[in-house]
């Protein structure tokens, strides 16, 4: 079981500001518990301070408060029914943020109080410590079992993307395999890339290459989404298909090709629809998503898993506009990444929500709505070529990799734009809507389950 703490940008910054003061400074980070199928996940939703007149005493090596500096923010707790999180910080660069002897009996004094007055049924505490470049924890978690386990990784969501493994974590091995990827962007981002799960919704053309490109940069954990066989007319764009593989499952297919890449890569299959909602929740556990899928309604469901997992997603698509049928006019790819702080799908108008509505209905409910002439036309068979979901693909794969890395400018844009008819690339940022889910102070970033799932209507 993996434990994880997942942080927006925004919320990991005001705990970083906070190692960074001269003195101990604490408070409690209110976050939403999932249990996935590998491991826990605290997702953080915001941080209470403790306020100044609190402290009975705060030092540079230690700190005593008062009841009233964390007995409010276990009553926000209990109201928003999130598990409070005991922070404080061992300030100065090289700290040690391993718990002092205080520090345990405080944990022992606490969680029965933190549980009682907060209703989660788990207690956590995390000590950060400042680095030259950024910062370095411990943490503890009491299971409802009253078993003990330690906090393993910190993962943080914003125009960055940072993996940061608990003090003293031994450094992975790495196989000479990756060398060249080392060179370019060194261990820790490469020792990522093997560690987190990444989900592809969409097992086609650019789905098919976003997986490719991922195993041969060692990636090792898979989660394939795709309901459809391989068709004849899949061979020309799919990775790792053949034309005796026609009939197969593409989850199935492209399963088959990273583990030609990787034979100890684990790869979950699911041949069925994202719109699913036992597909959409086994996504949960996912660090990455891809959106690599053409219908509305999955796009839905991938923009909420953004905001209520706080789960980066990338989201991309090709469109080929032909004159007089056969000559290409147009070759255009988006590639749109979802993280707090950035507009969904929604709000950017690149979700079609009527045809949305229509996709989720079941066939019989759908043919009826056609009938009456209530439901949208869905769309046909769309040209594609694989050198333009190819590309799509690596602009996809190659903006995850600058969001680890940090090479490009910023601020990061959230969207780039191919326009590859006319050679041009463009990029933009969009805010998301006042009151929209994706707003954070809509309080729905880290909201995690929900009832019903993601707070939308599902197909029955």
Known sequence: MTTSLVLSGALFEELTAAARLPVETAGVILASVVETRSGLRLLGRRVIWVDDDSYARREVDSLSIRSSGYVPALGEAERTQATPIWFHTHPGVGSRPTPSRHDDAVDTELID??????????????????????????????????????????????????????????????????DRNIRAFGPAIQATLSEFRVGIAGCGGTGSSVAEQLARLGVRRFTLVDPDTLAASNVTRLYGSTLDKIGAPKVDVVADNILRINPSANVERIKSSVSVESVARSLCDCDVLFGCTDDNAGRLVLSRLATYFIIPVIDCGVLLSARDGFQVAGIDGRITTLVPGQACLVCRGRIDLRRAAAEALTPQERKRRADEGYAPALGGVEPAVVSFTTATAAAAVTELLERLIGYGPEPRPSEVLLRMHEREVSTNRAQPLTGHYCSESAGKVGLGITAPFLEQTWPQ
């Open 113 to 178: 109080l933190f549980r009682l007055r907060s209703g989660s049924s788990y207690y956590a505490s995390l000590v950060i410590a400042p680095t030259a470049q950024t910062v370095t924890f411990t943490g503890r978690i009491c299971l409802p079992t009253e078993e003990r386990v330690e906090l393993e990784r910190i993962w943080v969501v914003g125009e960055r993307l940072h993996a940061l493994w608990s003090f003293g974590t031994r450094a992975k091995d790495l196989s000479s395999v990756f």
